[in-house]
């Protein structure tokens, strides 16, 4: 079980501005990802040191886009103005957590500018509305080499920390922690959930120094 990467919705200003923005400031490269066409979204990826990336978001004008869990989460976000609204776990098994969680898995694809088909299968849309708190969890079918974070170099940026508002004890017991369990080079900061819960903010180590968004 490891970070895999973070969620951040497009403002009003679209996917290709606001993925710029944050490139600069955090000094990495943005990279066309394609088309969710399960989804109703697509995706610039910005990649990260240590096999993570930030996955810049919009929600396309296309049907299943009201349909889909993911689709809808994403076009409530950036009606709000855009910004963060979920976080992602990448796991070997996803069957377990399946079996252990009652959720049924959905499948994802895109296909990137490249030609490149990616595949992969998660859990966890319905919390990205109900409680946004919890992570997605994802197994990635394929070789490690398509992997977002593995597409272009990521200039030594590397994410640092998670803000969440939420309960520690809530997402331990979701992704089935044993209580000694102790996260390696990820600092997590949990808020007070108030009226919502969910990612608030992302810090990074950059070659300028720290960066929190």
Known sequence: MRLDHVGYAAGPEGLQATARTLAAQLGVRTIDGGPHPRFGTRNVVLPLSDGCYIEVVEVLDHPVAEKALFGRAVRERSDAGGGW????VTVDDLDA???RLGEAAEEGVRRRPDGVELRWRQIGAP???EDPQLPLLIEWAGPATQHPSAIALAGGTRLTGLTIAGQRDHVRAWLGLEPEFVVDR???TWLP???STGLRAVT???SRGPVEI
Not at 85 to 88: D, V, Y
Request: aromatic share 26%; charged share 20%; no cysteine.
């Open 204 to 206: 990074f180590e950059t």
């Open 97 to 99: 957590y399946v079996e």
């Open 186 to 188: 990820l600092a997590f």
């Open 127 to 129: 919390g990205l509305r």
């Open 85 to 88: 609204f979920t976080w992602a």
């Open 193 to 195: 959930d108030g009226a």
